[in-house]
């Protein structure tokens, strides 16, 4: 498939999970793809594993902390050198804090905020002067279903969260004009990493997972490709009238009266 045939992208947090899902599907569809990850050695390790599995793939891997402006700038300045003009940016690292308000430390919510919240602004500003001076580019935020629903006890990853949708619908408008779109895919329970943790906080991670799969209409949870193959279509030029925008992919879970 060529859906993605010429374009030059970057995926932050790609080194697992969503954001390695993403770069998957953009690089099978064409893409040239940077790796913008905080951890490098995982990075160069998925770097070399998407070659070694699609011949010919234009992948670069690039130690990036979102939450420090010059190593995103850097990983834009790497990319187009390497690949050219960027034409779509993800701006998918990000951690779980879930805390109870009053008893969370100040370093929780800044580490919270620091990655979540001000990691998209970086990528978004790092991203966006090329991108309208060259009159077209797409960027695309991972926000979350936590962007429009509330479970207590997981303070304050919703409200980084429903900032990514306030950013995203913001910069979308600042910037329709001049030929630049901002969307948003707010994922539902996706199978990665950071949810396996999350079950083995729990006092039986086996119950834990059960429970959650109950929880979904189609009775299981996502899978990252879920995530990457809308990634593609917004990045793509299928998408072209859609912008400050959010594509929920969650089963059908946040359309339910109560669980
Ligand atoms: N998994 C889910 O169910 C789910 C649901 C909704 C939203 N999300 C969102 O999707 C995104 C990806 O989540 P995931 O489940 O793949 O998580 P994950 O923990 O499996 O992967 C996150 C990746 O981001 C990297 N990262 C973390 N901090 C970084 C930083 N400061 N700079 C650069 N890279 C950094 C990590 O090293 C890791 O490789 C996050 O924004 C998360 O909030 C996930």
Not at 81 to 109: Q, S, Y
Not at 231 to 258: K, P
Request: with cysteine; aromatic share 8%.
């Amino acid at each position: 498939m060529n859906r993605l045939d010429g374009k030059v992208a970057i995926v932050t947090g790609a080194g697992q999970g969503i954001g390695a899902a993403i770069a998957r599907a953009f690089l099978r569809e064409g893409a040239a793809v940077t790796l913008a990850e905080r951890n490098g050695a995982q990075a160069e390790a998925y770097a070399q594993t998407l070659r070694n599995e699609l011949p010919g793939a234009r992948v670069l891997a690039v130690q990036t902390d979102v939450t420090e402006r010059a190593t995103v700038e850097h990983a834009v300045a790497e990319t187009e050198r390497a690949f050219g003009p960027l034409d779509v940016f993800v701006n998918n690292a990000g951690i779980n804090v879930f805390r109870d308000p009053l008893t969370m430390t100040d370093e929780d919510w800044k580490r919270c905020f620091s990655v979540d919240l001000d990691g998209v602004w970086n990528g978004c500003r790092a991203a966006l002067p090329g991108m309208v001076e060259r009159r077209r580019g797409s960027i695309i935020n991972i926000a979350s279903t936590h962007s429009f629903k509330i479970i207590p006890g997981c303070f304050p990853y919703p409200v980084a969260k429903h900032g990514v949708i306030g950013l995203t619908r913001a910069l979308g408008i600042e910037y329709a004009a001049q030929g630049v779109r901002v969307n948003a895919i707010a994922p539902g329970y996706i199978e990665t990493q950071l949810v396996i943790d999350y079950w083995n906080e729990q006092a039986d991670p086996q119950a834990a997972r059960e429970a959650t799969y109950a929880l979904q209409p189609p009775k299981r949870i996502g899978k990252p490709e879920e995530v990457g193959m809308t990634a593609v279509f917004l990045a793509s030029d299928e998408a072209t009238f859609i912008n400050a925008s959010t594509i929920t992919v969650d089963g059908g879970r946040s359309a339910l009266y109560h669980d």
